[in-house]
Nanobody, 124 residues
Framework: QVQLVESGGGLVQVGGSLRLSCAAS????????MGWFLQAPGKEREFVAA????????NYGASVKGRFTISRDNALNTVFLQMNSLKPEDTAVYYC?????????????????WGQGTQVTVSS
């Protein structure tokens, strides 16, 4: 099994930036495709970004494309989400997820492991 722990969330002003980190333990991160999802209060968990095991295939949700960047450093067993030009509608709990041989990276059901989430609040 792999354990995932998100960090880096917090309160930020509109237009500001945050970098979220997801640290893996128990197994090598290189074994997994990775994704980020968000869940706003009272709403379903939705896709943000995904990156394949080697970093060669990347997907973004429409609302974050051009503003957010997903990356990974397998040597550090960590995946990142750089969040720029933040908007109030980005406010949510952000979850890191891991899965093996994922064919539909935008689907939350494709992932096997989830972190505890980290809160991002963008103030207007």
């Amino acid at each position: 099994q792999v354990q995932l722990v998100e960090s880096g969330g917090g309160l930020v002003q509109v237009g500001g930036s945050l970098r979220l980190s997801c640290a893996a333990s128990g197994r090598a991160l290189s074994s997994y495709d990775m994704g980020w999802f968000l869940q706003a209060p009272g709403k379903e968990r939705e896709f943000v970004a995904a990156i394949s095991r080697s970093g060669g295939v990347i997907n973004y949700g429409a609302s974050v494309k051009g503003r957010f960047t997903i990356s990974r450093d397998n040597a550090l067993n960590t995946v990142f989400l750089q969040m720029n030009s933040l908007k109030p509608e980005d406010t949510a709990v952000y979850y890191c997820a891991a899965g093996g041989l994922i064919t539909r990276p935008t689907s939350k059901t494709a992932y096997d492991y989830w972190g505890q989430g980290t809160q991002v609040t963008v103030s207007s």
